[in-house]
């Protein structure tokens, strides 16, 4: 065994340190300030440009934007906290190798796959929204095509495989590279964010609480005239907010991230996220939406366009880093996910650049950016049920008396247990997303909680 866990450092030392398949050691632990640069970043970043006009474009009204978010942050936050960070600085594993010890080698391969497509697509929504920054000065216009899988333009496309290259190199440069980066961004993102806001209101003359309400309404009536009119009340944008990164808390992925974490005050870090990335600047990022609408009567969410309508190059160079400052913790995650389809000793890198790839690709169709609210929420709904296994392995295992990490104790490459217990949950929430127009967000916590329960009285059956 000494031998074994031996090699396996050397290993990871071989692969560049990032400790995939070893505990992360005491010399190479953060603290938690660290978590708050690396959450700042990624949160208060280039998704934020995108989302928080869509909830304008789908008639929530401004009050139910305030207050929803409010809760909805509030409740990620807690869910990061109590459920994430005990279980990452207990085990201090990757995502994917505490599932390879509960569901066997081979059957992780196919979620990793799936979690690093998911990913990718994630990724590539925040390279296109760079991407229109970037053509802004070349003249390069950024068009939404109808067709999901059409292309904006030619030059558009030229300048999304260059920032998704440069976005690869830094993401396979590791962690510690991307936590950097995203630290020394975040600040400056976040002041930019609060002046894109104020700039907005004042653009549309705002001048008292009633007077925004008035033009903010004329922006919802303006963008349903003409995209038809959609409903986002209070709750929907409570489990929306709440459950829009469900992938990384209640399916687990920041394990990978939180591993790093020398104590579960770690799980606090997402606050700085929430509060000025998901609240902030969404309400900040729509306000220049609705500007837009008053001054030139556009309804496109073009991150690029929007920015530099209301700060100029400031607001140009903003949108190229907070695109970055997200893909490239994503192709990060993804690229670790990927990482099982390469040889034990291959460097680490080689699944970032995989990923990488694939998020540049997913990037040159500018239509999966624009589905940002539904997107979330179903990667959410498929990641999701994986992490109820984890939950229940971590916690209940014991506990019930049934064996913790069976694939592990049992030296088997496929616990048909967890298959089930993931594929069930997320069949039925696929079914509802789009045989019944279930909203994708809503079939999270079923799904979870379905997962967990799914788990446990399968693995008391068989009396593991």
């Not at 006009?53 to 109590?82: E, H």
């Not at 609480?209 to 009119?229: A, F, H, M, R, Y």
């Not at 687990?252 to 609240?279: C, E, N, Q, V």
């Amino acid at each position: 065994m000494a031998e074994y866990q031996e090699n396996l450092g050397a290993i990871d030392d071989a692969s560049g340190g990032e400790y995939e398949r070893t505990p992360v050691p005491k010399s190479k632990l953060k603290g938690w300030k660290s978590f708050l640069g690396m959450y700042a970043g990624e949160h208060a970043a280039g998704t934020e440009f995108m989302i928080g006009p869509l909830f304008l474009a789908a008639g929530a009204s401004l009050q139910d934007l305030i207050f929803g978010l409010l809760l909805g942050n509030i409740l990620a936050i807690l869910t990061w906290r109590y459920i994430v960070a005990p279980i990452a600085v207990s085990s201090k594993l990757t995502l994917y190798y505490q599932l390879e010890k509960i569901a066997g080698k081979n059957l992780v391969k196919i979620y990793n796959v799936v979690n690093g497509i998911l990913f990718c697509f994630l990724a590539g929504a925040m390279i296109t929204v760079s991407a229109t920054a970037v053509g802004i000065p070349f003249n390069v216009s950024f068009s939404v095509p109808d067709s999901i899988f059409g292309l904006s333009s030619g030059a558009f496309s030229m300048i999304v495989v260059v920032v998704g290259l440069v976005m690869t190199a830094v993401a396979a440069a590791g962690y510690n590279t991307v936590s950097k980066f995203a630290n020394i961004a975040a600040p400056w993102m976040i002041i930019v964010f609060a002046v894109c806001g104020i700039s907005a209101l004042s653009q549309m003359e705002v001048d008292s609480w009633n007077s925004l309400l008035t033009e903010w309404d004329k922006g919802i009536n303006v963008v349903q005239s003409i995209n038809g009119k959609v409903d986002f009340g209070f709750w929907k944008i409570v489990i929306f907010s709440w459950l829009c990164n469900a992938a990384m808390h209640f399916g687990m992925a920041d394990l990978t991230i939180m591993r790093f974490a020398k104590d579960t005050r770690a799980g606090w870090g997402p606050s700085i996220g929430m509060f000025l990335g998901h609240y902030m600047a969404w309400i900040c990022a729509s306000f220049m939406l609705a500007a837009q609408i008053k001054l030139t009567g556009d309804i496109s969410a073009n991150p690029g366009a929007m920015a530099w309508s209301v700060v100029g190059w400031t607001g140009i160079i903003c949108v190229i880093v907070a695109g970055w400052t997200t893909a490239n913790p994503t192709i990060y995650r993804a690229g670790l996910a990927f990482q099982s389809l390469f040889p034990v000793k291959s460097k680490a890198y080689s699944g970032v650049i995989l990923a990488g790839i694939v998020a540049t690709a997913a990037g040159i169709f500018p239509s999966l950016s624009g589905k940002l609210l539904d997107f979330v929420g179903l990667y959410g709904a498929i990641l999701g049920p994986m992490g109820g296994v984890i939950f229940v392995n971590h916690y209940l295992a014991k506990k019930m008396n049934f064996t913790q990490d069976y694939a592990d104790k049992k030296e088997t490459g496929f616990n048909t247990t967890v298959l089930l217990a993931w594929l069930i949950p997320v069949a039925l929430g696929l079914y509802f997303i789009f045989a019944q127009g279930l909203f994708p967000a809503y079939a999270v916590i079923p799904s979870w909680l379905a997962s967990c329960v799914l788990y446990v009285v399968i693995m008391k059956f068989k009396k593991s």
